[in-house]
Every structure is written in structure tokens, then in C-alpha cells.
């Protein structure tokens, strides 16, 4: 089945300590992003890959690291978290960045920084 | 700034009516593609419809169809005979290309609930 998993579903954590999203999609899209969603805001771009090695800042990078080594994955690394980063996580891919691709979404990380 | 704005937080239609969600965007750029999609409690993120910026032609996907204009910048989206399975969060959203990092801008949602 075409999907993007992302895992943990659900994660509390503290202050400070360095935490990873994973993102994997198994469809070979060359486009992969990762989106926060907050009450009022809608989802916001944090960051997003082209295609393997080329990453750049979304909207709200702040306090987040990516890295895209291989095609299939994505990791989210949230170094020194902090309570502001309490939010619904998306990864989302498509099979290129032109702009009539729809993103495939993975079913969200729900995090909780304390 | 590159923005979408929906303008109605909460909306409700009773079931088999037909209910319009309304969506205001901006964007400096000429090529595009707009969306809407679905959040149901589930918080998967579900692809309602799309329409290309170029054309004229309003999109359907059975019960849904969008209104779009584009000098107005409108891409509003109705469902008509509404059912229960539609409540949900809906988001309009549009994308434009690599130049501007081929982001998904979305509104802030609009909570749709279906009355029996």
C-alpha cells in the first residue's frame, strides 16, 4: 500500500531532551515536507527536501533539524525541544515539487513538550 | 505575504443539505494549483479536490465542487447532499512552484459539523 508512515504517533517528552520523528514513504516521491499544525494557524511549512541531499527552510525552521540521506526518508530531529514546539506534526510527500503534485500526508505526530 | 484566509471557523448543515465553505487567498504568483482537503477526527489529511489556477473550469468530485475566481482570488467549495462521514476540519490550501520551495499554504480550517 502507497503510504507515508511517521512514527511516533503519539510523544510526551521534557524540556531539552533531543528527540527524532521518523518519516518514510514507500511511493519514490522525490518531494518529501514536514508541516506543524496549531488551533488557528492551519498547517505551516517547517521545512522541505527536493530530492536526496537538498533540504531548505520552510516557514517556521526554528529549533528543527532535517536531513535526507536516502530518498525514502525524512527524519524531523527536534535537538533541545521546548514547550512552544507542543503541536500535530505532518510529513508529507509527492512525486516532484512542481506544484500541481497533491502532498501525501502521514497520519501525524502528536507531540507534547513539558 | 502569501496568505489563505477562511473566514468561517464553524459551519453546520443539516444532513442531505447543501453547505459552501468559503476561501480567500493571495499569492504574487501566476501559476498555481489550489486544494482542499479533509481532517476528520482521525487527523488523517484527505485530499477533497483540486483545481488549476489556468483554468476557468470549476472542478467536481461527485458531492463536491469548488467555485473559483481568480481575479476575486476566491476558491470557495460546496457539498452538497451533506452526510454524516462529512464533518470534519476542512483546509483550502494552494501551491505554487520550486522558485518558492513548492509550499502548501493553508487557511486556518473550518470546522464543519452534520446535524441528523
Known amino acids: 500500500e502507497a503510504q507515508v508512515t511517521q512514527n511516533p504517533r503519539y510523544l510526551i517528552t521534557v524540556t531539552g531532551k533531543k528527540l527524532t520523528v521518523t518519516c518514510s514513504q514507500n511511493?519514490?516521491?522525490?518531494?518529501m515536507s514536514w508541516y506543524r499544525q496549531d488551533p488557528g494557524l492551519g498547517l505551516r511549512q517547517i521545512y522541505y527536501s527536493m530530492n536526496v541531499e537538498v533540504t531548505d527552510k520552510g516557514d517556521v525552521p526554528e529549533g528543527y533539524k532535517v536531513s535526507r540521506k536516502e530518498k525514502r526518508n525524512f527524519p524531523l530531529i527536534l535537538e533541545s525541544p521546548s514547550p512552544n514546539q507542543t503541536s500535530l506534526y505532518f510529513c508529507a510527500s509527492s512525486p516532484s515539487g512542481f506544484y500541481n503534485s497533491p502532498l501525501h500526508f502521514g497520519n501525524g505526530t502528536r507531540l507534547t513538550v513539558t | 505575504a502569501q496568505t489563505v484566509t477562511q473566514s468561517q471557523p464553524e459551519m453546520s448543515v443539516q444532513e442531505a443539505e447543501t453547505v459552501t465553505l468559503s476561501c480567500t487567498y493571495d499569492?504574487?504568483?501566476?501559476?498555481?494549483?489550489l486544494f482542499w482537503y479533509k481532517q476528520p477526527p482521525s487527523r488523517q489529511m484527505i485530499l477533497v479536490i483540486r483545481?488549476?489556477?489556468?483554468?476557468?473550469q470549476n472542478a467536481t468530485e461527485n458531492r463536491f465542487s469548488v467555485n473559483f475566481q481568480k481575479a476575486a482570488k476566491s476558491f470557495s467549495l460546496k457539498i452538497s447532499d451533506s452526510q454524516l462521514g462529512d464533518a470534519a476540519m476542512y483546509f483550502c490550501?494552494?501551491?505554487?512552484?520550486?522558485?518558492?520551495?513548492?509550499?502548501?499554504?493553508f487557511g486556518e480550517g473550518t470546522q464543519l459539523t452534520v446535524n441528523p
Open positions: 490550501a494552494y501551491r505554487v512552484g520550486e522558485t518558492s520551495g513548492s509550499r502548501l499554504t
Open positions: 511511493m519514490n516521491h522525490e518531494y
Open positions: 483545481q488549476e489556477a489556468y483554468k476557468q
Open positions: 499569492t504574487s504568483e501566476s501559476d498555481y494549483y
